[in-house]
Nanobody, 131 residues
Framework: QVQLVESGGGLVQPGHSLQLSCVAS????????VGWFRQAPGKEREGISA????????VYADPVKGRFTISRDYVKNMVYLQMNNLQLEYTGVYFC????????????????????????WGQGTQVTVSP
């Protein structure tokens, strides 16, 4: 079952930017917290950012603070990740994932970003940063 589809990845040079998109299929993301996760080569999947529903509380992993921006468009039923000043270490497959959490607090969003282990992950979108 595929509920979220990621897109927007590609090959970029260091210092360049990409915007990733995540669209929900068959349901609305209203009431869901949504996060972005990255699996770098040879590493476990890790949380990058998350955004709540309604209040739009955003959280970020320390290395990407001030560099990445997560946002959502309720009309388009999409979530985005703007990635600026990309570096080699950000190469990997990026996934979006969601959880039904209404009125999520900042600690809850952080917990979702840090500890989310979904039973199903989509195909993700490949981001390759290379000179």
């Amino acid at each position: 079952q595929v509920q979220l589809v990621e897109s927007g990845g590609g090959l970029v040079q260091p210092g360049h930017s990409l915007q990733l998109s995540c669209v929900a299929s068959g349901f609305t993301l209203d009431g869901y917290v949504v996060g972005w996760f990255r699996q770098a080569p040879g590493k476990e999947r890790e949380g990058i950012s998350a955004i709540s529903s309604g209040s739009s509380i955003t959280v970020y992993a320390d290395p990407v603070k001030g560099r990445f921006t997560i946002s959502r468009d309720y009309v388009k039923n999409m979530v985005y990740l703007q990635m600026n000043n990309l570096q080699l270490e950000y190469t990997g497959v990026y996934f979006c994932e969601h959880a039904k959490m209404a009125s999520v607090s900042r600690p809850q969003a952080m917990d979702f970003m840090t500890n989310r282990r979904a039973s199903y992950w989509g195909q993700g979108t490949q981001v390759t940063v290379s000179p």
